[in-house]
C-alpha cells in the first residue's frame, strides 16, 4: 500500500510486455485498413526508435484513397509489392537510420510476427531478438530467422499488455 494516498501499489509490469505494450500503443498511428501494427526496436532496455505500418511520409494514406491488395481479394502475406504501405519494423528501422542510430544487438517488439521481407532487413540490420503477440502467415520469414539466427519468442499473454495498457490510466492528483 502507498502510504501517501492509501491506494494499492500496481505491479510493475516486466520488460517484455512493457515494451509490447508501447507497441500496441505505436500500432494505434497505422493507417493500414486491413491491420494495425506497431514496432519499438530496443538495446539494453532503451528505445531505439518505434514505428507503425502506413504509407511513406509525404504520401497519400490508405486511409485517404484506399488498399489495392484489398480491393483485388490478396490474402495475408501475400503481394507485399502492391502495397503503399511499409510494414511497422522497415518504418522503425528507418526511423532508426534516419537519426543515424546503430541497432546491431537489438530487440524488435512489435504486435505482429515479422514477415519475410521485414525478416531479413532485421537480420541484415544485426537485430538478435524478435518479440511479437501474433503470428503472421509467413513460413519463410520463420525458416530465414531460425537460419539465422535471430530469436523469435511469441509472447502469449496478450492479457498481460491489455492490463498494462488499462493500468497507464493516471489517478486523479497525480
Not at 495475408?76 to 526511423?95: D, F
Not at 530487440?107 to 514477415?115: A, D
Not at 498481460?160 to 497507464?168: K, N, Q, V, W
Request: proline fraction near 5%.
Amino acid at each position: 500500500m502507498n502510504n501517501t494516498t492509501g491506494e494499492t501499489r500496481r505491479p510493475r509490469p516486466g520488460w517484455d510486455g512493457y515494451f509490447l505494450a508501447l507497441a500496441m500503443v505505436a500500432s494505434t498511428r497505422s493507417t493500414c485498413l486491413r491491420r494495425r501494427v506497431g514496432a519499438v526496436l530496443v538495446l539494453e532496455n532503451r528505445i531505439l526508435a518505434t514505428g507503425y505500418n502506413g504509407s511513406p511520409a509525404g504520401t497519400r494514406h490508405c486511409t485517404d484513397i484506399g488498399c489495392l491488395r484489398q480491393e483485388l481479394g490478396i490474402p495475408s502475406g501475400e503481394r507485399h509489392e502492391i502495397c503503399r504501405g511499409s510494414h511497422a519494423e522497415m518504418n522503425a528501422l528507418a526511423q532508426a537510420a534516419f537519426s543515424g542510430t546503430s541497432v546491431r544487438g537489438c530487440t524488435i517488439y512489435s504486435t505482429h510476427e515479422p514477415c519475410s521481407i521485414c525478416g531479413k532487413l532485421l537480420i541484415n540490420a544485426g537485430c538478435t531478438r524478435a518479440v511479437y503477440l501474433y503470428p503472421y502467415p509467413d513460413d519463410l520469414s520463420r525458416e530465414l530467422r531460425e537460419e539465422a539466427g535471430l530469436i523469435s519468442e511469441i509472447f502469449g499473454d496478450e492479457g498481460e499488455i491489455r492490463g498494462i495498457l488499462e493500468s497507464a490510466t493516471p489517478q486523479a492528483g497525480s
